[in-house]
Every structure is written in structure tokens, then in C-alpha cells.
């Protein structure tokens, strides 16, 4: 809303993608700015999964893989202690 955004998210974002990734989130966003959004692109790009946590409809809703269409506090809950019983 013509404020500067803090460069260190697109700092990350840089590193991310040059150390690679196996798999990229959204949670509890609408994905309207760029610097969200373009991960989710990329990803499904190159064929990478990409999950969306999120109620409601997103800029990027019908482009993930894997979508929760529910609040991220319960199914992060649910997912941590899914991968704990996998090991």
C-alpha cells in the first residue's frame, strides 16, 4: 500500500531457490503480493509440491497440489503429529 517492503524475505527467498527445494507452503495467506505468490509459481513450475493451509480462496488456490481448506493452527497441529508417527 506504497510502503517499502523489508527486502529480507526477497533475501530468502533468493537463497531458497538457490539451495534448492523439495517442497513449498502457503499458510494463512491470500498470496496477493508477488513475493508469495511467485515460490508457488515456480514450484509447480518445476514440478515441485506445493500445499496451500489456508479457509479461504487464495491467488494461488487452484494452482497447488495439496490444499487445507481449514485454520492453520489444526492441521499444523495434525501434521506434526502425522510425521511423529512416521518415524
Do not use: M, W
Not at 502457503?26 to 508477488?34: D, E, P, R
Not at 518445476?46 to 497440489?65: F, H, Q
Not at 492441521?75 to 518415524?87: D, K, N, P, Q, Y
Amino acid at each position: 500500500f506504497g510502503e517499502a517492503l523489508d527486502p529480507a524475505p526477497f533475501d530468502r527467498l533468493r537463497a531458497v531457490q538457490k539451495a534448492g527445494v523439495e517442497l513449498v507452503c502457503v499458510i494463512g495467506t491470500t498470496a496477493a503480493f508477488a513475493y508469495v505468490a511467485q515460490p508457488v509459481l515456480e514450484a509447480v513450475a518445476r514440478g515441485i509440491p506445493t500445499v496451500e493451509i489456508n479457509p479461504g480462496l487464495s491467488e494461488v488456490s487452484d494452482l497447488v497440489r495439496y490444499r487445507f481448506a481449514r485454520p492453520a493452527g489444526p492441521v499444523l497441529t495434525e501434521l506434526v503429529a502425522h510425521i511423529a508417527r512416521l518415524r
